[in-house]
């Protein structure tokens, strides 16, 4: 089973930064994908079947914005988002059948660093922002919660924009210690530098103990004529089961 998670850093279907990256994704066949900073449209050229949480607004975004966007080959089921997690990031999570059976796919978009946002119609100033990492942080303790209630069921794989590098080269020891109690028994295998590019992303694959990865590809943020797609690397992960192998 082949997923790819990506970051479209907000540009709309018909950018040409969104029709490269989409043939991209479309090139590596995959069988689920998880996008962030993604709009209603994103997956269109995919077919399929998508979810998708419209999540926190932290600009001036379109009406077809969405913080994540879940897809797959087969339709999805037993749609779920959480209301908490939408109002800091986003969340969206299904049921799909996949060539691994029945999996669970979790997409999320952890706030990044310095994300704030006022309620509407407050006219709160700019001193009163949370300090850096706060909404981050409140995201990872609801998200153990969620994760926690759904974890019982078919395999579970998280992707999306986790906005922390894995291991930590930048950010925060609280945010990356509250990453590692929020996932729990998922083990993340987009780690380190992705080849071919040889660079970190922060864009992320965690899967559950009833699966394994197979192989790990980086997806390159640089489009055809050197200018930036989006902001940090994609990954496509080949994943397999079986979970964790033990040899004595």
């Given at each position: 089973m082949r997923l790819v998670t990506w970051n479209m850093a907000g540009h709309k279907p018909d950018s040409p930064h969104a029709i490269e990256a989409m043939a991209r994704i479309a090139e590596l066949a995959p069988d689920i994908v998880c996008l962030t900073d993604a709009h209603e449209g994103s997956t269109a050229p995919l077919g399929g079947y998508r979810a998708s949480d419209i999540g926190a607004v932290w600009g001036a975004d379109a009406a077809s914005a969405r913080k994540v966007v879940i897809w797959s080959r087969t339709p999805l089921e037993e749609i779920e988002r959480d209301d908490a997690l939408s109002r800091l990031g986003g969340l969206v999570s299904g049921l799909t059948q996949t060539p691994l059976g029945t999996v669970r796919l979790i997409g999320v978009c952890l706030p990044h660093h310095m994300a704030w946002r006022p309620e509407p119609g407050s006219d709160e100033a700019p001193s009163s922002r949370p300090a850096p990492w706060t909404l981050h942080v409140s995201y990872l303790e609801r998200l153990q919660e969620v994760l926690a209630a759904m974890r019982a069921g078919p395999p579970s794989v998280i992707a999306g924009a986790f906005n922390q590098f894995l291991p930590l080269v930048w950010g925060s020891w609280a945010a990356h210690h509250a990453l590692k109690a929020a996932l729990g028994p998922f083990g993340v295998v987009t780690s380190g530098?992705?080849?071919?590019?040889?660079?970190?992303?922060v864009n992320?694959?965690?899967?559950?103990?009833?699966?394994?990865?197979?192989?790990?590809?980086?997806?390159?943020?640089?489009?055809?004529?050197?200018?930036a797609l989006t902001d940090h690397a994609g990954a496509a992960v080949?994943?397999?089961?079986?979970?964790i192998q033990i040899i004595d």
């Amino acid at each position: 089973m082949r997923l790819v998670t990506w970051n479209m850093a907000g540009h709309k279907p018909d950018s040409p930064h969104a029709i490269e990256a989409m043939a991209r994704i479309a090139e590596l066949a995959p069988d689920i994908v998880c996008l962030t900073d993604a709009h209603e449209g994103s997956t269109a050229p995919l077919g399929g079947y998508r979810a998708s949480d419209i999540g926190a607004v932290w600009g001036a975004d379109a009406a077809s914005a969405r913080k994540v966007v879940i897809w797959s080959r087969t339709p999805l089921e037993e749609i779920e988002r959480d209301d908490a997690l939408s109002r800091l990031g986003g969340l969206v999570s299904g049921l799909t059948q996949t060539p691994l059976g029945t999996v669970r796919l979790i997409g999320v978009c952890l706030p990044h660093h310095m994300a704030w946002r006022p309620e509407p119609g407050s006219d709160e100033a700019p001193s009163s922002r949370p300090a850096p990492w706060t909404l981050h942080v409140s995201y990872l303790e609801r998200l153990q919660e969620v994760l926690a209630a759904m974890r019982a069921g078919p395999p579970s794989v998280i992707a999306g924009a986790f906005n922390q590098f894995l291991p930590l080269v930048w950010g925060s020891w609280a945010a990356h210690h509250a990453l590692k109690a929020a996932l729990g028994p998922f083990g993340v295998v987009t780690s380190g530098d992705l080849a071919p590019m040889r660079e970190p992303t922060v864009n992320h694959v965690a899967i559950d103990l009833d699966l394994r990865a197979d192989a790990v590809m980086g997806i390159d943020r640089m489009s055809a004529d050197g200018e930036a797609l989006t902001d940090h690397a994609g990954a496509a992960v080949d994943l397999v089961a079986g979970g964790i192998q033990i040899i004595d």
